[in-house]
C-alpha cells in the first residue's frame, strides 16, 4: 500500500516562500506520476502541479511562473518549490502518485495527512 507524508508547511508572509516535501514509499516511485493539490477551507481538492514520468510538468495556472514540482528518486521524494506565496495559496497540500492523467484528474481514494500551508497579508 502506498503511503505519503508530506512536511514542510508553516505559516510564511506574502511574497515569502516555502518548500514541501513528500516521501512515498509502497509503490515504484521512479516509474510513477507526481502531483501535489491543496484544499483550502469550503473548497474542493486541486491539482496544482503535476510531473510525468519523463519529467513533463503541469501547473495551475494561478500558480505557473511561482511554483516548481520536482523530484528526486533515490530519495523517493517530491518536493513543491513555492516563490512569490500569496494569501490566496492558503490550504492543505497533499501529493499523490500513479499514472499521469490519473494524476492529473486526482482521483484517488487514499491521502495523506497533508501539510498546512498559510500565507499571511
Known amino acids: 500500500q502506498v503511503q505519503l507524508v508530506e512536511s514542510g508547511g508553516g505559516l510564511v508572509q506574502a511574497g515569502g516562500s516555502l518548500r514541501l516535501s513528500c516521501v512515498i514509499s509502497?509503490?515504484?516511485?521512479?516509474?510513477?506520476?507526481l502531483g501535489w493539490y491543496r484544499q483550502a477551507p469550503g473548497k474542493q481538492r486541486e491539482l496544482v502541479a503535476a510531473m510525468s514520468v519523463g519529467d513533463n510538468t503541469r501547473y495551475a495556472d494561478s500558480v505557473k511562473g511561482r511554483f516548481t514540482i520536482s523530484r528526486d528518486n533515490a530519495k523517493n521524494t517530491v518536493y513543491l518549490q513555492m516563490n512569490g506565496l500569496k494569501p490566496e495559496d492558503t490550504a492543505v497540500y497533499y501529493c499523490n502518485t500513479g499514472d499521469f492523467w490519473r494524476v492529473v484528474g486526482g482521483t484517488f481514494n487514499y491521502w495523506g495527512q497533508g501539510t498546512q500551508v498559510t500565507v499571511s497579508s
Open positions: 509502497g509503490n515504484i516511485f521512479s516509474i510513477n506520476a
